[in-house]
């Protein structure tokens, strides 16, 4: 903070997330936080503990492609009653916590699809299980493209300029071959990347589409 510096903290259990928001806390008052400090993967959480980011407005950055590998081993780690509360990005939302998504390129593929998936259906990759793993925490498709866009745009201070389709701000975009916002979101993973534009230039065209 002395040197103002913006800080993103990796922490994925809960006595980990509880150490960086004391050291949050201690810098971060009467709930601000100017330099948008962040704690990345946000995992293992009781309730209490994710409402702690509103105290002083702490960013969490997460990864929901995560659920399709550890919803298989996280019971069995961290007990039921513990992983009921996990990976809990509807409760953020409704909170109303600065919440934006990666994919953890490049540990996981970039392509944002899976991600998206994992969200809103809070099921992995093979469809299971089925209704979705505590899909009380499923977040709808706008509030996960929103964590994609506005809200990483809002994590590097570009809010202004990034995360939306507007007037005056980058012509950053991609274009889909199917429109995500109207489909049966178990149907998003057969939804392909057409062509992608970076500052109003197409830098990747999907051959045949």
């Known amino acids: 903070v002395d040197h103002k510096c913006s800080v993103i903290i990796h922490a994925i259990g809960d006595a980990a997330i509880e150490r960086v928001l004391n050291a949050y806390d201690a810098v971060c008052t009467e709930g601000k936080n100017p330099y948008r400090l962040s704690v990345n993967h946000v995992q293992i959480t009781d309730t209490p503990l994710v409402e702690r980011f509103t105290k002083n407005d702490i960013l969490a950055a997460v990864q929901p492609i995560f659920l399709h590998y550890d919803t298989k081993i996280v019971d069995a780690r961290v007990g039921a009653a513990l992983a009921s509360t996990s990976y809990a990005f509807g409760t953020m939302k409704k909170l109303g916590i600065h919440m934006s998504f990666g994919t953890d390129s490049p540990i996981e593929d970039m392509n944002p699809i899976d991600n998206l998936y994992c969200a809103v259906t809070r099921r992995r990759l093979d469809g299971q299980p089925e209704g979705g793993w505590h899909p009380e925490e499923c977040v709808d498709i706008y509030d996960a493209v929103d964590a994609y866009t506005a809200e990483s745009?809002?994590?590097?201070?570009?809010?202004?300029?990034?995360?939306?389709?507007?007037p005056g701000f980058y012509a950053d975009l991609v274009v889909l071959s199917k429109n995500i916002f109207e489909m049966d979101p178990l149907e998003l993973r057969s939804t392909k990347i057409d062509a992608t534009m970076v500052d109003g230039k197409f830098v990747f065209e999907r051959p045949g589409a």
Do not use: D
């Open 153 to 166: 745009a809002y994590a590097e201070f570009e809010e202004g300029v990034k995360g939306r389709l507007k």
